[in-house]
């Protein structure tokens, strides 16, 4: 392969949101919800990676390999663990990040929610409280207040529809209550705030940092779903199935997105804002899911989802590896919002970093030849910065760039050689030739 070449002021940067880093989020819905035991590998997010008092070596090693952006979040449990109660402390560390990642001259992605609640908005309901939307309001003209001058980027939501989806439809997240009525409040209510949200940060933010516009957008999970391509009436039934899932994932709530209008199965009627609400969309790029007729998935709608065709890679997470679907996926986006793009996750667990040079050229090489067919992707950042915990997956997980052992007293942290391959990448602005295969055994 010959140099891929990105565009000059691309964004390299790398991601993590704050409990999954930070540690002690003790005021959250999470933090709670672990202490039943629940996670799969028997952790619990403790101390984390201790990002909260660690961040100065972080950025240290973020200025090390290079990376001019970086997207991090505020954990509205921490800055207001008691309603109405700002904890002044907490919002100076956060000052103190924000202040330190400026004077390395490192371009800051904001990210306000990240699925994690305070303890006492999930006690009277979560999102299905009314009330939670006024809450909610309240923190963000809060943090626009304290913080506005940094942010390049704005993240109102991450990945809005993970949450009703895994806590409200599979019932995996807390507060693990199935059901379709909560599942569709849920989703309305984040659109609501998110419509609110992306008004209020406009109006109280002209402009960005480097006097452009003010850039608000979400980070949308994107899945490459796909029917498994069984023949006759399985077949049909499948690839049925992609299109109802693909809707029921994103499609709804970027429908609503783009026009302010509700439907099925996330509702009907109006969103006062929701128009056009985004000045960027924000791609979280994993995998490719593929659905497959089972009987044996009642539950599912007779739709396997965790079978993995013949060949085809996996990451420790079960996921296909599947860079060939990154591109429908802009291409999709591109031309439903016609806004630029920022990459806001991609990665893989892989603990041994056998994989991870290969993932992130192959992903990189999609990316390019995107920007190649005229689509303005602006920037990447890669999941993880950090070894982190990993929701329900706890620690066993491993999306880290940089390596860290979260048992280990020290909580040492080391480069994987897939960071300097990444580092190498970001000094040239390019994929140099032959990349990836003097980083790893793939
Ligand atoms: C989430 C991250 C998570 C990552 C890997 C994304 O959907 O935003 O918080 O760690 O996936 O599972």
Redesign the pocket.
Known sequence: MSELRFPDAFKWGAAV?GH?VEGHNRHSDWWHWEQKGDIYDGTRSGAAVDHWNRYPEDHQLMVDLGLNAFRFGIEWARVEPREGHFDETAIATYRAMLESLREQGISICLTLH??VLPKWVADRGDWTNPDTERFFLRYVERMVEAFGEYPDLWITL??PM?VPLAANLAGEFPPQRRSFRAFRRVVQALLRVHAKSYALIHDRVPNAPDGGPTMVGV?Q?YPYLEAWGSTGLRGCYERRMEQWSRRLVFRAWDDALATGELKFPIGRGVIEGLEDSIDFCGV?Y?FRMSLRFSWRCVSRLFIDIDSIPEGVEQSE?GWQIWPQGFGPVLDEVWQRFGKPIYIT?N?I?DAEDRHRAHYLVRHLSELHSAIERGIPVKGYFH??LLD?F??R?GFA?K?GLIEVDHTDPELARSLRQSAKLYARIIEANAIPTGASEDDGPD
């Open positions: 949101s999954q990240h699925w991450n990945e993970v980070a999970a979280n994993y997470m996750e990665g667990a999941w993880s982190n990993e929701w997956e997980k999306f």
